[in-house]
T-cell receptor, first 114, second 114 residues
Framework: KQEVTQIPAALSVPEGENLVLNCSFT??????LQWFRQDPGKGLTSLLL?????REQTSGRLNASLDKSSGRSTLYIAASQPGDSATYLC?????????????FGKGTLLTVNP | EPEVTQTPSHQVTQMGQEVILRCVPI?????FYWYRQILGQKVEFLVS????????KSEIFDDQFSVERPDGSNFTLKIRSTKLEDSAMYFC????????????FGSGTRLTVV
């Protein structure tokens, strides 16, 4: 059974700092990994989708890496801003089968202080 | 950018009542899902739907739950007799295709059972 763990559970940083969020998963047989952002009481916004054949994926100030063999992914946020404050979730679909249901981590609650 | 639309955004219902949560997935997507998130907990899979039938369901998705795609655009989740423990945020999601495609989630329906 796939288990996804995110560390740290919460992170508070001053504006402008670069930061790294960590995600680990127990079953490395995955097709891809997706990072989401969730604002309080809101939906899930996809940030980055990184395929199992890729090592990195970038979008603006965000960079996600994937080390499938060790079961780890990181989300790097450069020059953080107060607007980045949210919960960041990583999720992996189960490899095999055709349903690709996602297993989520519990998330990292990020607070960027002005 | 195409969106997954969910209505209502918030629903309050009395225990034992039936509720229908509605979703309009992205029009060219083929795979449809419902997930839920109980306050403070992980996002968890409920059901997947492909080719007009349920392809997988979780242990949570018991006989009280059902899904339909009645007209080729809407995708609904019905809870026949709500319980207090059904209170959660319910997310609809869709995927364009197989394997490498990521998820697009809706903004969620917050269901409160009183």
């Amino acid at each position: 059974k796939q288990e996804v763990t995110q560390i740290p559970a919460a992170l508070s940083v001053p504006e402008g700092e670069n930061l790294v969020l960590n995600c680990s998963f127990t079953d490395s047989a995955i097709y891809n990994l997706q990072w989401f952002r969730q604002d309080p009481g809101k939906g899930l916004t996809s940030l980055l989708l990184i395929q199992s054949s890729q090592r990195e994926q970038t979008s603006g100030r965000l960079n996600a890496s994937l080390d499938k063999s060790s079961g780890r992914s990181t989300l790097y946020i450069a020059a953080s801003q107060p607007g980045d404050s949210a919960t960041y979730l990583c999720a992996v679909p189960r490899s095999g089968g055709s349903n690709y249901k996602l297993t989520f981590g519990k998330g990292t609650l990020l607070t960027v202080n002005p | 950018e195409p969106e997954v639309t969910q209505t209502p955004s918030h629903q309050v219902t009395q225990m034992g009542q039936e509720v229908i949560l509605r979703c309009v997935p992205i029009s060219n997507h083929l795979y449809f899902y419902w997930y839920r998130q109980i306050l403070g907990q992980k996002v968890e899979f409920l059901v997947s739907f492909y080719n007009n039938e349920i392809s997988e369901k979780s242990e949570i998705f018991d006989d009280q739950f059902s899904v339909e795609r009645p007209d080729g655009s809407n995708f609904t989740l019905k809870i026949r007799s709500t319980k207090l423990e059904d209170s959660a945020m319910y997310f609809c999601a869709s995927r364009e295709g197989d394997r490498g495609y990521g998820y697009t989630f809706g903004s969620g329906t917050r269901l409160t059972v009183v």
